[in-house]
């Protein structure tokens, strides 16, 4: 059934439409999706396919021609409502067949079944997509990592449905690639070459980050590592976690685990024979406000130019992120390190953050020049130290204050110099484990306290055993005659002496 809007659009229920269901869980969108999706060639025919951002759809249809696949049939008509052309139904009743230049599935393959049709998986799913194409015509692809760290840290369980539309267990075998090499042969195999794969972080839904597998291997890794981190330390501010996703995720880029455990990979593919224009797009984009092309540069480094927002371009910094190395040494309890580097830190970029600067030898660089500014430095540093619970130095520090005062002397600060007192604490996950690890260290200074106690009460103990037998043996010696006497010639010869120091004859 097809029917014309007055709006210009025109809805089309192709069957297996959901006449009372609305998606759950957020749509594909962001910045760098939305960066994507103004690379495609304009006036070409595109097919989005599943649940997309509103404006990542109407960055598409300003430039191109926008056929929208949904199976909810009240979020089709309220695209309907907007002009745009609509396809509303399940997967299987799309008939389109080498139409489109352009098929753009960002928000992946799992949300274009219905109930009121069969179940495809993954690889159902792409070949019906991959008939839609015109030959030459481009796949702009998104794939969840169901091993990314955003699953890792999540507490919920992940083979528990959460919603209407999980009808289907997440921890069911599917044919869904689980790395990057698989899901570049597996669209191979379905006639599709990879021009450009990427792994996102932090979110699926709206990455801040995307590198390709050999930019996490062969590029700036310290500073990948640290983009991924402060990625996922804003996305989990004050969320609720099994561990610390930002340790985790400098970890997995650190270790070359980057591509393995991202977030999703999003994939460029073409259908033969390969089209003369292409995207060309960089090794690494990021977004902090400004989204950044990184590449080499030429010269054996790697440099990042804006190309949206007004944040100045430059090379990115060699070095190690500034917060791994203070919390090595914190660590290692490695007090001249620590002095060191806080010291350097202090004089030359103390209103950025420890996790925005990386150490070269004694340089010390910023590394995202679009990150504010921030005046309570050294407070924030002090704050992963306890909430991550980490050894330092300084055990007796256990408040925020007291642990900040210590650093800015260990910086070489003045001590006068007031310490600023922030609005509220830096904002960090609510990490379980960090939880647990503070129930360890209580559990741990809750033995020592009751082992000294038992100590001090065996030593009680015996003073009063040895005291005990001192009064015995004073009462026994206070009652002999002897002891009677000889005390009172000890009085006797006291008095005589004070007589001779005051000079009486």
Not at 85 to 95: E, F, N
Not at 178 to 207: F, H
Not at 317 to 335: C, K, S, V
Not at 418 to 444: T, Y
Request: charged share 25%; with cysteine.
């Amino acid at each position: 059934m097809e029917r014309r809007t007055d709006g210009g659009g025109m809805i089309r229920m192709i069957g297996g439409e959901m006449p009372a269901f609305t998606e759950v869980r957020a749509p594909a969108g962001g910045a760098l999706y939305g960066y994507l999706a103004d690379q495609l060639p304009a006036g070409a025919d595109v097919l989005v396919a599943g649940p997309h951002a509103a404006g990542l759809v109407e960055t598409l249809a300003a430039r191109t021609r926008v056929t929208c696949l949904l199976r909810s049939q009240p979020e089709a008509i309220e695209l309907d409502a907007r002009g745009l052309d609509v396809q509303c139904g399940t997967i299987s009743k799309l008939t389109d067949v080498e139409r489109y230049d352009v098929v753009v599935a960002l928000d992946g393959l799992d949300r274009l079944c219905s109930v009121e049709g069969p179940q495809y998986d993954w690889s159902e799913t792409l070949q019906v997509l991959k008939r839609t194409l015109r030959p030459g015509g481009m796949l702009l692809l998104a794939v969840e990592n169901e091993l990314g760290v955003h699953r890792l840290v999540d507490p919920a369980s992940p083979t528990a449905a959460q919603d209407d539309a999980a009808w289907r267990p997440l921890g069911e075998f599917d044919t869904k690639p689980g790395n990057p090499t698989r899901l570049a042969a597996r669209l191979a195999a379905e006639g599709l070459a990879v021009d450009w794969l990427g792994a996102a972080w932090p979110l699926p839904e709206a990455p801040t980050l995307i590198a390709t597998p050999n930019a996490l291997e062969d590029g700036p890794v310290d500073a990948l590592a640290a983009v991924a981190a402060s990625a996922v330390s804003r996305a989990y501010e004050k969320k609720s976690v099994l561990s610390d996703p930002r340790r985790l995720a400098a970890a997995a880029v650190r270790g070359g685990l980057g591509a393995e455990l991202a977030a999703a990979w999003v994939v460029v593919a073409y259908r033969a024979p390969r089209p003369a224009l292409v995207l060309n797009l960089p090794p690494a984009l990021t977004f902090s406000g400004s989204i950044f092309e990184v590449g080499p540069d030429g010269e054996a480094g790697w440099t990042r130019r804006a190309v949206r927002g007004e944040a100045p371009d430059g090379p990115i910094p060699a070095g190690r992120l500034l917060e791994e190395l203070l919390l090595g040494a914190a660590l290692r309890h490695d007090l001249p390190t620590l002095r060191r580097l806080l010291t350097g830190w202090m004089a030359t970029l103390p209103t950025w953050t420890a996790d925005n600067v990386v150490v070269d030898h004694d340089r010390f660089a910023r590394l995202d020049p679009a990150v504010p500014e921030t005046e309570d430095a050294l407070r924030r540093f002090g704050q992963i130290l306890l909430g991550g619970v980490y050894p330092h130095p300084w055990p007796a520090a256990t408040d925020l204050d007291t642990l900040t005062a210590i650093l800015r002397g260990a910086a070489g600060l003045p001590a006068g110099t007031p310490v600023p007192a922030p609005a509220g604490e830096p904002p960090a996950p609510d990490s379980r484990r960090e939880h647990e690890e503070q129930l360890r260290a209580l559990h741990r200074r809750l033995a020592d306290a009751t082992s000294q106690v038992q100590w001090y009460e065996a030593e009680l103990a015996k003073r009063d055993d040895q005291l005990r037998d001192a009064q015995i043996k004073i009462e026994t010696f206070s009652g002999n005659l002897s002891y009677r006497v000889a005390r009172l010639g000890l009085r006797a010869a006291r008095r005589a002496r004070t007589h001779l120091r005051k000079g009486n004859p």
